[in-house]
């Protein structure tokens, strides 16, 4: 059984960092496409990046352009999303899902998802 968890939220100051991880288990990891949706309160899951399998492609939303980074270690089964210069309007739970398509951007195409890990941005 394929199981999606992430980690490493918590709270930050604007202008901080935080990375966030996501690891696979229960199938080879390097299969799947790794991606990234927030949803802050009241508002639908959006998309904020992913990471192809051999991890050569990325994608971002605009939001995330210069600020996030993807990387992905298909050694240790882990995707890392580096998030830096954070935003007040960043605060949401992040979540990471896998899918086996090769492009996914959208919350329909992605066959796993994480629990969710809550990032706060805030003075």
């Known amino acids: 059984q394929v199981q999606v968890i992430e980690s490493g939220g918590g709270m930050v100051q604007p202008g901080g960092s935080l990375r966030l991880s996501c690891a696979l288990s229960?199938?080879?990891?390097?299969?799947?496409?790794m991606g990234w949706f927030r949803q802050a309160p009241g508002k639908e899951r959006e998309f904020a990046a992913y990471?192809?399998?051999?991890?050569?492609?990325?994608s971002y939303a605009s939001f995330a352009k210069g600020r996030f980074t993807l990387s992905r270690d298909n050694t240790g089964n882990t995707a890392y999303l580096q998030m830096n210069n954070l935003k007040l309007e960043d605060t949401a739970v992040y979540y990471c899902?896998?899918?086996?398509?090769?492009?996914?951007?959208?919350?329909?195409?992605?066959?796993?998802w994480g629990q969710g890990t809550q990032v706060t941005v805030g003075s």
């Open positions: 990471i192809s399998g051999t991890g050569y492609t990325t």
């Open positions: 229960g199938d080879t990891f390097s299969k799947y496409t």
């Open positions: 899902a896998a899918s086996l398509k090769i492009a996914a951007l959208d919350v329909a195409e992605y066959d796993y």
